[in-house]
C-alpha cells in the first residue's frame, strides 16, 4: 500500500524531530549563555567559545553526512519493501565514520592554537578557544555516532526515539554546565571555559551510549560489522563524499563569517557568536519538518509515488513559510530580553541589537531553503546539493561579504551576505525538484 502524506503524518515525523534537532545547538548555546555571564573576562570567554565552536560544528557537519546519507537508502528500501537487504549497511558505514573521527582528533588536538590562531584568535581569546576546542573534541566520535544512530531511526520513519535521546542529553548539559562553569562550592570546582567543554563532553558520550542501548532494543539493526562489504556502501560512499564537500562550501562561509567579525574586535566577535548561536538554534527548529521532508521523500521516492511526492514539497513550503515567521514574531517580541539572556556588556548587546533584525528578517528564506536541503538528501540527489551550495557560497557568499567588508560595514557585510546566500541556496532547488517531478505527475 502506498503512502499517503496527510498533516497528521507530517506532523508526527517533523515535532519530534524538530525537538531533537534543537538538541545540537542547545549544547552550543547554554555553553555560550553560562560563559558569557562569568564574572572574569566575559567578553573574551564568549568569543573563545565561538571561535571553538565553530570550528568543532564545522567538523560535526563535515563529517556528521552519514546520518542524512544512512537515512535515505533505509527509507527508500522500506518504500521499495526491502528493508531486509540494507540491515548491515549501517554498522559498515559507522565503522567507517568513527575511524574517521579518531583520525581527526589525532591530527587537530596538538595543533588547537595554529587552528584557533586561524580564525583570528589572539591573547586570552586564544587561550580560551584551545582549551575548550582540547576538550570537546573527544566528543566527536560520540557525537557522530549518536547522528548515524538517528540517521537509522529516521530512515525507519521513527524521530520520537531521537527526539527523547536529545531531551535527555540537553537537560544533562545544562545541569553539567551550571555545575562545572560555576562550581558548586564544597564540591566541584568553577572550571569556566574548560567546564562548558567537559559538560558538553559528558552530555554527547551519555547521549551515544543511549542510541546504541535503544538501537539495538528498539530495532532489528545490528551494530555488530559482518562481511561481506554491503552492496550499497560505493552508493553511500560518494553520497558522503557529495554531502562532505558541500559542508566544507557550507563552512568555507561560516569561516568567513567568524573570521571577519573577529577582525572587527572582541565586541563584534562576541556579538556574532550570540547571533550565529540564534540563526543556528532557527535552523535546527525547522529542520523538524526538513527530517518529514527526508524521512518521506526517501519512502516516497522508494514507492515511485510522485504525486504525493509533489503534494508533500508543497505542504513543506506552507510549514516553512509559518515557522519561518513565527520565529520572526516571536524574535521581534523578545528583541531585547535574548540579547541579555546570553550578556549583560553593554559593548556587546549595541552591536547585537544593531544587526539581531536582519537574522529575524531572513527566518522564512531559511526555512524554505533547510526544507528542500532536507527532501534532496531524502532523494539521495546529494550531487544537486553539492553543485547548488559551491555556487551559493563562491559566487555568491564570498563575493559579497568582501564587497561589503570594503564598505566598513562590519556585522551587516557578514549577515547581508548570509541573506544572500540563503536565497541563492534556496530557490534553484524548488526550481530543479518541480522541474523534475512534476511532469511525473501527469504519466
Not at 108 to 133: R, T, V
Not at 181 to 188: K, S, T
Not at 202 to 222: D, E, R, W, Y
Request: with cysteine; net charge positive; glycine share 8%.
Amino acid at each position: 500500500m502506498k503512502t499517503k502524506v496527510t498533516t497528521s503524518l507530517v506532523n508526527k515525523l517533523a515535532i519530534p524531530a524538530l525537538i531533537a534537532g534543537v538538541a545540537e545547538p542547545l549544547l552550543s548555546i547554554t555553553d555560550t549563555a553560562v560563559v558569557g555571564n562569568v564574572d572574569i573576562n566575559a567578553t573574551e570567554a564568549l568569543a573563545a567559545v565561538g571561535i571553538a565552536g565553530a570550528f568543532i560544528s564545522m567538523l560535526v557537519w563535515v563529517f556528521g553526512q552519514t546520518r542524512s546519507a544512512i537515512s535515505s537508502l533505509v527509507s527508500q528500501y522500506l518504500g521499495a519493501n526491502k528493508l531486509e537487504e540494507i540491515k548491515t549497511l549501517p554498522a559498515q558505514a559507522i565503522g567507517i565514520i568513527l575511524l574517521i573521527s579518531f583520525v581527526v582528533i589525532g591530527i587537530s588536538y596538538p595543533f588547537a592554537e595554529y587552528i584557533m590562531h586561524f580564525y583570528n584568535a589572539e591573547g586570552i581569546i586564544l587561550d580560551y578557544s584551545s582549551a575548550y576546542f582540547q576538550i570537546r573534541i573527544f566528543g566527536l566520535p560520540f557525537t557522530l555516532l549518536t547522528f548515524a544512530i538517528f540517521g537509522v531511526f529516521r530512515g525507519l520513519q521513527n524521530t520520537y526515539i531521537p527526539m527523547v535521546i536529545a531531551i535527555l542529553g540537553t537537560l544533562l548539559n545544562i545541569v553539567l554546565d551550571l555545575a562545572f562553569v560555576y562550581g558548586i562550592e564544597g564540591f566541584i570546582p568553577a572550571m569556566h571555559v574548560e567546564g562548558a567543554a567537559y559538560a558538553s563532553l559528558v552530555s554527547q558520550g551519555f547521549m551515544a551510549v543511549l542510541s546504541v542501548i535503544l538501537l539495538l532494543k528498539k530495532t532489528q539493526i545490528p551494530l555488530k560489522i559482518t562481511l561481506p562489504i554491503h552492496n550499497e556502501l560505493p552508493k553511500l560512499a560518494v553520497m558522503i563524499l557529495n554531502l562532505i564537500i558541500r559542508t566544507i562550501a557550507l563552512n568555507v562561509a561560516l569561516y568567513f563569517g567568524i573570521s571577519f567579525a573577529a577582525k572587527y574586535g572582541p565586541a563584534h566577535n562576541a556579538a556574532y557568536t550570540v547571533l550565529l548561536n540564534i540563526w543556528l538554534f532557527g535552523a535546527f527548529i525547522i529542520d523538524g519538518y526538513s527530517s518529514a521532508g527526508n524521512i518521506l521523500s526517501g519512502k516516497l521516492y522508494g514507492e515511485e509515488n510522485y504525486v504525493e511526492l509533489v503534494k508533500l514539497s508543497q505542504r513543506l513550503i506552507r510549514y516553512a513559510i509559518i515557522v519561518g515567521l513565527v520565529m520572526l514574531i516571536i524574535g521581534g517580541i523578545l528583541y531585547f530580553p535574548i540579547g541579555r539572556i546570553f550578556t549583560k556588556e553593554t559593548a556587546v548587546l549595541n552591536e547585537f541589537y544593531a544587526v539581531f533584525w536582519l537574522v529575524l528578517a531572513m527566518q522564512p528564506i531559511c526555512a524554505i531553503a533547510f526544507i528542500f536541503d532536507g527532501m534532496f538528501k531524502g532523494l539521495g540527489k546529494m550531487a544537486m546539493l553539492r553543485n547548488v551550495l559551491l555556487v551559493s557560497t563562491f559566487a555568491v557568499f564570498v563575493p559579497t561579504i568582501f564587497l561589503l567588508d570594503w564598505f566598513d560595514l562590519k556585522l551587516y557585510a557578514v549577515w547581508i551576505a548570509f541573506t544572500l546566500w540563503m536565497i541563492a541556496r534556496g530557490f534553484p532547488l524548488i526550481y530543479f525538484f518541480r522541474k523534475e517531478f512534476v511532469p511525473k505527475t501527469k504519466s
